[in-house]
């Protein structure tokens, strides 16, 4: 029942039932390299949370590891509700993940790769779940990783759809926020910190022509080269970005989060 309840969760969030032949969550950037369409949300690393409370125990090392840093938010003005409320408040749960470090990322990556290769193995061999502890060698179908500077330049030089830029001429959105940057003021486009990638009224920012959400803005990325970090943040000017600056970081932050690459390494 455990194994049940954990790939259930899991196919909430990744739709590993997506009828397209896309990695479950991507969309095509170029032959064999996929790309999630948002950053890694509050819900996404709950279910990584979930798994591994069940499995290791909520006072094991390894759970204990898988936290995020939720007091980051006390690095600026927007402090304690955000401590308490961010992570755990189901209001937040499509927004961004922050508080992540470089090496929790890359774990969630190889997480996230072993439960779509495993759901994707019981539903080729339609096997119960409860049978995965005894099979040995799941064959790798997906991998998961963090994007390369390069990788993720590319993604991120993607223009707008001409339907996007039909509606930017129009009157109503010509002053419509495209990311979520500081701007004048002290305020935010749309966002007064995160903003979750997709929202139930508009799309909440512009999508590229890759159909990926917020690949600039929101919240900065972390790619495959430790202490980078791409695309500015929240808290960042939008003079102060561009597709080939680089941010520097040293551990979880605020205005830090992530979005995987995939790779397809075999047939299913």
Do not use: F, S
């Given at each position: 029942m455990k194994t049940i309840v954990i790939l259930s969760l899991v196919a909430l969030s990744f739709n590993l039932f997506a009828s397209n032949d896309n990695p479950p969550g991507t969309v095509k950037?170029?032959?064999?390299?996929?790309?999630d369409v948002t950053e890694i949300s509050n819900l996404e690393w709950k279910e990584y949370m979930f798994w591994a409370k069940r499995k290791y125990g909520e006072q094991s090392k390894k759970y204990k590891a898988v936290l995020p840093d939720t007091l980051v938010w006390r690095q600026g003005k927007y402090n304690e509700p955000y401590v308490q409320y961010y992570y755990q408040h189901p209001a937040y749960k499509n927004y961004p993940v922050i508080g992540i470090s470089y090496e929790q990322a890359r774990s969630f990556c190889k997480w996230r790769s072993d439960r779509v290769n495993e759901k994707i193995y019981i539903e080729k061999h339609k096997i119960d779940p409860e049978q995965l502890a005894t099979i040995k060698n799941i064959p790798s179908v997906y991998t998961y990783r963090l994007p390369t500077k390069a990788e993720w330049e590319k993604i991120a030089s993607a223009d707008y759809s001409k339907k996007a830029k039909r509606k930017f001429k129009r009157k109503k959105y010509r002053k419509a926020a495209r990311h979520n940057f500081k701007t004048a003021a002290d305020k935010n486009d749309?966002?007064?910190?995160?903003?979750?990638?997709?929202?139930?009224?508009?799309?909440?920012?512009?999508?590229?022509?890759?159909?990926?959400?917020?690949?600039?803005?929101?919240?900065?990325?972390?790619?495959?080269?430790?202490?980078?970090?791409?695309g500015g943040a929240w808290r960042h000017k939008a003079e102060e970005v561009t597709i080939e600056k680089d941010f520097s970081y040293d551990g979880p932050a605020d205005w830090l989060g992530f979005r995987c690459v995939c790779e397809k390494n075999v047939d299913e």
């Open positions: 950037i170029e032959e064999n390299l996929y790309c749309n966002g007064i910190t995160t903003h979750p990638d997709i929202t139930n009224q508009v799309d909440a920012y512009w999508k590229n022509t890759y159909g990926v959400y917020n690949i600039l803005g929101n919240v900065a990325e972390i790619i495959a080269e430790k202490g980078v970090a791409k």
